[in-house]
């Protein structure tokens, strides 16, 4: 049987438990297409499943990484609609019983592989296709913004919180982005209509004066909803998508009087369906310039350990790491 080169853990562990060696070569089953790998990335989610932190399914010797970019190499019985030599993107390898991207070559669902539009670089499109999807999956399924809303975005220097800036842009929406004084200018190239320093409640109700619609913290920092709550429109929708384990006081008269919700989501938990819906708007963005990121940390696969420890510590930060193998 023909061998590859892959990134895998044997039991969920810290980073030193991932080991890169040689796996057997897969062949593509049915309903199934053998992508021969260019870049995969790095994200948090990454390290949620192999440290066991999030258990979604998987099954050992567990290839790791979600997000792929590469060539279609064959396709297996019943496929249409892809061919060898055809560039595609994939960002839900990993769990639910399918192997991971960080290897040579990766057999994926054909239902959970796209179509890479000849506009986009190969290693900035696999940075972006996750926190495009994140922001996708809040924005557009959860929250449902329409043009003219205002967004409030916490966090947008990171990766989620650029691709949401630039997602709600695209929207229409009105955003105001909020961070340190240092990933301003970011947000404003972004399309940021307003860019704080900081969850100043004075400084917001002069921007929103009719209140907020959407609130994101897309940053795994606790939060501060007493501060929040207030600056509400009626009708506002607060998104949770990170910060395992964090517990904050929710003042319920604030989303009570303002008829508000609070809504969590985790991008395991979408379907294929959701994730093909998010894959159309995301070539869109790709493919017209919109989505880009603010720098990338290229390391080999044989790295991925190293890479691993890094998105966890924050090193590279807001840079996103991309593996090649």
């Given at each position: 049987m023909a061998a590859m080169n892959a990134a895998y853990i044997t039991a969920f562990g810290p980073p030193d438990a991932i080991v890169y060696g040689p796996r057997p070569r897969p062949d593509p089953g049915p309903g199934e297409v053998l992508v021969r790998v260019?870049?995969?990335?790095?994200?948090?989610?990454?390290?949620?499943?192999?440290?066991?932190?999030?258990?979604?399914?998987?099954?050992?010797?567990?290839?790791?990484?979600?997000?792929?970019?590469?060539?279609?190499?064959?396709?297996?019985?019943?496929?249409?609609?892809?061919?060898?030599?055809?560039?595609?993107?994939?960002?839900?390898?990993?769990?639910?019983?399918?192997?991971?991207?960080?290897?040579?070559?990766?057999?994926?669902?054909?239902?959970?592989?796209?179509?890479?539009?000849?506009?986009?670089?190969?290693?900035?499109?696999?940075?972006?296709?996750?926190?495009?999807?994140?922001?996708?999956?809040?924005?557009?399924?959860?929250?449902?913004?329409?043009?003219?809303?205002?967004?409030?975005?916490?966090?947008?220097?990171?990766?989620?919180?650029?691709?949401?800036?630039?997602?709600?842009?695209?929207?229409?929406?009105?955003?105001?982005?909020?961070?340190?004084?240092?990933?301003?200018?970011?947000?404003?190239?972004?399309?940021?209509?307003?860019?704080?320093?900081g969850l100043d409640p004075a400084r917001l109700w002069t921007l929103a004066p009719e209140g907020v619609d959407v609130y994101w913290n897309t940053t795994t920092r606790h939060d501060d909803l007493a501060t929040v709550c207030p600056l509400l429109a009626v009708g506002a929708r607060i998104l949770v998508s990170a910060g395992l384990g964090a517990e904050v006081a929710v003042p319920l008269g604030a989303l009570y009087v303002n008829d508000a919700s609070i809504r969590g989501f985790a991008i395991t938990n979408a379907t294929g369906a959701v994730l093909a819906d998010a894959a159309v708007a995301i070539d869109r963005l790709l493919a017209s310039g919109v989505l880009r990121c603010r720098g990338i940390e290229r390391m080999p696969l044989a790295e991925a350990a190293r890479a691993h420890r890094w998105q966890q510590d924050g090193v590279v930060r807001p840079r996103r790491i991309v593996l090649t193998p």
């Open positions: 260019a870049a995969c990335s790095v994200n948090h989610v990454d390290t949620f499943l192999r440290s066991g932190a999030v258990r979604a399914g998987v099954a050992f010797p567990q290839i790791v990484g979600r997000d792929l970019v590469g060539v279609v190499v064959e396709t297996g019985a019943g496929v249409t609609g892809f061919a060898a030599g055809q560039r595609v993107w994939c960002n839900s390898a990993g769990y639910g019983g399918r192997q991971g991207a960080a290897a040579e070559y990766v057999p994926v669902p054909a239902d959970r592989l796209y179509p890479l539009p000849a506009e986009a670089d190969e290693v900035a499109a696999v940075a972006l296709v996750h926190p495009a999807a994140t922001a996708y999956l809040g924005l557009v399924v959860q929250a449902g913004v329409r043009p003219g809303e205002t967004v409030l975005i916490r966090g947008l220097g990171g990766a989620v919180g650029s691709a949401a800036v630039q997602m709600a842009v695209d929207l229409g929406a009105r955003v105001i982005g909020v961070d340190r004084a240092a990933n301003l200018d970011w947000g404003s190239e972004c399309g940021a209509a307003e860019v704080v320093d």
